[in-house]
Structures are given as C-alpha cells and as structure tokens.
C-alpha cells in the first residue's frame, strides 16, 4: 500500500513512557502526527510530552481497565477532534520455569499483553471507524517461537497476534485496517531487565543466529513507523523476522526438542530465579497495582 502522510494525523500510543512506545511518539511527532500518550507514570509521560515536535497530551491510566481507557478514548477525541491511529504497545513481561513462577506476576502478563491490547482496542475503535483509522498492535518474536522460560509472554503474544488477525477480518469493511507489529530481542528496559538474571541471559545467548543478538531500537521502531505510514497488515522490526513467517509450523518441533536440552544443561541453577516482572516498566506496572491496593 501507498504511504500515507502522517502530517495532522491523531496517533495514540500506549506503553509511552520508555522503550519502543517512547521512541515511537517521537518519531510520529517529527513527522508531523499529534501524540497522545498512555500509560502508567505520568511523570515520565509529561517529560515525553514536553520533547515531542508537534502537538500531544497524555493520560495515566491501566490498559487492562476497560472504563478507563474509554475515558481515554472520549478524552482524546474531544482534546484532538479524531483518532486515526492506534498503536497497542504496552506490555510486560516475567522469565523463569513456570512451575515455579509468581501466579500473580504471569497473570499480569496476560492481562496487560492481552486483555489489555483488547481493551485498547475496544475502547478506541469507534473513533477509528469514524477516521477509517488503522490499529497496530505490537506483538513479538514470541507469537511465532515458543521459547522456554517465557511461557506467559509467548501465550500472551501468541494470543494478541491471533485476536489481532481476527479482528482484522471483522472490521476491514469498515474501512479500518490492522496490523501487527514482530520485534525480536530489541534494546528497552524489559530486555535489559531480563538479562539481569544470568541464566535468562545465557539461554538468550545460546540461541542460533540471528535470534540471540539484541537489537538497537531505533532502526526497529523507524520500520514500525514505515508500517503504520503503509498501514500495513504486517510490520517488522528486523528484517529476518518476515522469513520466520514461513518456517514456524516447524518451531513448536524443533524447540521442543531443542529446549528439552537446554533445559538440562540449567536445570541444578533455576532455583532462586527472580519470578516477578521485569525492568522499569514492570517495576512502575507493581508499583501502581500496589499504590491501588493501598
């Protein structure tokens, strides 16, 4: 598809405050897109703000809270008079053996990933039908390889890759269009932050080519950008991940056998292993969950 300019467009992007969605705000900004930003820490958010070239505000507020992001959504409508484009890109994430994982912690994981992507999406595809809009939702390697040590990120990206190309086929005729977005180990706070545990580390390290290298995120986010400018059904953040598209029926397989050796080789240092979520945006998702308990 031809691009389209995204001069005076109305972007909303969720997970704004670091990492992709961060970066990804002020790249639409530079291009002439009004931004408004969501998420969880709304100090963060407003120094996000305050750098973009164009026009933005932001709002703090829980994907997986349904009445607070139709708020958002009805905000965002009366504060920039449309909504053209979406990008579902908060997440977070947790590593370990399942058996010994934090229930509360890979709950989360699915909710946030996607429960919250729904949400999002429900919340705004009113104002994107009225625009004929185009919703990105941000997936991952993890839809296509389910990896070890990663069980409820890989079903919650398996998960919101498959509601993603469901939806697609609902709303087209109304003019909407959906994409999803594949990143592969990219370098944000939620990377960093599951390298802290070594063996999380080693396993990644030991993964083939291309796989087991970290990515700079500026070059990813750029073909993020050419996806929603193309508003394209598939967007991808390293360019061997659209050859992954075409081999993964045999993943589950391979992985299988492979990650059973793997897991032999660590299995007298998984005890111990931190079970919570990680990085910065897992430590501020705690923080307010623990703020609203209170």
């Given at each position: 598809?031809?691009?389209?300019?995204?001069?005076?467009?109305?972007a909303v992007v969720t997970g704004a405050a670091r990492g992709v969605g961060e970066l990804l705000a002020r790249k639409l900004s530079v291009r002439g897109a009004k931004v408004a930003l969501?998420?969880?820490?709304?100090?963060?958010?407003?120094?996000?703000?305050?750098?973009?070239?164009?026009?933005?505000?932001?709002?703090?507020?829980?994907?997986?809270?349904?009445?607070?992001?139709?708020?958002v959504a009805q905000?965002?409508?009366?504060?920039?008079?449309?909504?053209?484009?979406?990008?579902?890109?908060?997440?977070?994430?947790?590593?370990?053996?399942?058996?010994?994982?934090?229930p509360d912690a890979?709950?989360?994981?699915?909710?946030?990933?996607?429960?919250?992507?729904?949400?999002?999406a429900r919340a705004f595809l009113p104002v994107l039908t009225e625009s004929r809009g185009y919703l990105l939702q941000v997936?991952?390697?993890?839809?296509?390889?389910?990896?070890?040590m990663m069980t409820a990120y890989c079903a919650s990206k398996s998960g919101v890759e498959a509601y993603a190309h469901s939806l697609r086929a609902e709303v087209g005729y109304q003019g909407v269009r959906v994409g999803v977005a594949y990143l592969s180990w990219t370098d944000t706070d939620m990377v960093r932050g599951?390298?802290?545990?070594?063996?999380?580390?080693?396993l990644r390290?030991?993964?083939?080519?291309?796989?087991?290298?970290?990515?700079?995120?500026?070059?990813?986010?750029?073909?993020?950008?050419?996806?929603?400018?193309?508003?394209?059904?598939?967007?991808?953040?390293?360019?061997?991940?659209?050859?992954?598209?075409?081999?993964?029926?045999?993943?589950?397989g391979v992985i299988g056998t492979v990650g059973q050796r793997e897991m032999r080789r660590f299995a007298d240092r998984?005890?111990?292993?931190?079970?919570?979520?990680?990085?910065?945006?897992?430590a501020a998702d705690e923080q307010e969950r623990t703020t609203l308990r209170n």
């Open positions: 598809m031809s691009k389209v300019s995204l001069e005076g467009q109305v969501v998420g969880l820490e709304p100090e963060a958010l407003k120094e996000v703000s305050e750098r973009l070239h164009s026009d933005s505000a932001y709002w703090h507020a829980d994907v997986t809270d349904h009445e607070a992001m139709a708020r905000e965002v409508k009366e504060r920039f008079g449309k909504v053209d484009i979406v990008v579902a890109n908060a997440g977070v994430a947790t590593g370990g053996p399942f058996v010994d994982s934090d890979w709950r989360r994981v699915i909710e946030v990933n996607l429960i919250g992507s729904a949400v999002t997936a991952s390697l993890a839809a296509m390889t389910p990896a070890p599951a390298d802290q545990d070594e063996v999380m580390r080693e390290q030991r993964l083939p080519w291309p796989s087991n290298k970290t990515y700079p995120l500026g070059p990813a986010v750029e073909r993020i950008v050419a996806g929603i400018e193309r508003r394209s059904s598939h967007v991808y953040g390293q360019w061997w991940l659209r050859g992954m598209q075409g081999v993964r029926g045999y993943l589950p998984l005890q111990g292993m931190r079970t919570g979520l990680v990085g910065a945006g897992g």
